[in-house]
């Protein structure tokens, strides 16, 4: 078989929603799949915004490619945005597989497979979503739903410190604690200083 100079990479993709998440296992997994890159981020998959290494990689990668991913859920998390990608990735010659999952677009059955595991990754994202809404409607029958985290008016406590009135009464005003008005008040003196 005669070589023809260019060789086909295979490059990996890790991906974890928070900060706070370690990607050590997915690295070296795909390390050890044969990638000789591995990009990585802390970003939610639940769209393609703020995604900036996949954006990359994705416009870096060429014909004979390979994209590696431990799981899909790492690529996308809606069906409509994992099918996006594989279109992109087949209309440049470029095969997706993953470690942990017998996903491999360039054979039939791994194209089969990945088609299956969108259509119920996507039914499992929906479950929840509809878990979650029940659990809030019955929190708030209950009474006890608070909501998102409030929103403390910072220039609102500052006007009201520049009135005069004291960190008690101004959280009472407010409905917020009187140690998170003296927080405030902290960090304004650190702004002023």
């Given at each position: 078989m005669q070589q023809t100079g260019v060789t086909m990479a295979v490059y990996g993709y890790a991906r974890v929603s928070t900060g706070e998440q370690d990607l050590t296992i997915?690295?070296?997994?795909?390390?050890?799949?044969?990638?000789?890159?591995?990009?990585?981020?802390?970003?939610?998959?639940?769209?393609?915004d703020g995604?900036?290494?996949?954006?990359?990689?994705?416009?870096?990668l060429r014909?004979?490619?390979t994209l590696m991913v431990t799981k899909t859920d790492r690529l996308a998390r809606s069906i409509k945005d994992l099918q996006d990608i594989v279109h992109d990735l087949k209309a440049k010659g470029v095969a997706l597989k993953a470690t942990d999952q017998p996903?491999?677009?360039?054979?039939?059955?791994?194209?089969?497979f990945l088609d299956m595991l969108g259509v119920f990754a996507e039914f499992e994202n929906n479950i929840r979503r509809e878990r979650q809404m029940q659990g809030i409607a019955k929190a708030k029958a209950a009474g006890v739903y608070k909501g998102g985290k409030k929103q403390i008016d910072r220039k609102q406590v500052a006007?009201?410190?520049?009135?005069g009135?004291?960190?008690?009464?101004?959280?009472?005003?407010l409905d917020i604690s009187r140690v998170t008005v003296y927080r405030i008040w902290d960090e304004l003196g650190a702004e002023e200083g």
């Open positions: 997915q690295r070296d997994a795909l390390l050890k799949a044969g990638c000789s890159v591995v990009r990585e981020e802390k970003q939610s998959g639940a769209s393609m995604r900036n290494e996949l954006k990359m990689l994705l416009e870096f014909a004979g490619d996903i491999d677009t360039s054979t039939a059955a791994g194209k089969c006007r009201m410190l520049e009135e009135l004291s960190p008690t009464e101004i959280g009472r005003r």
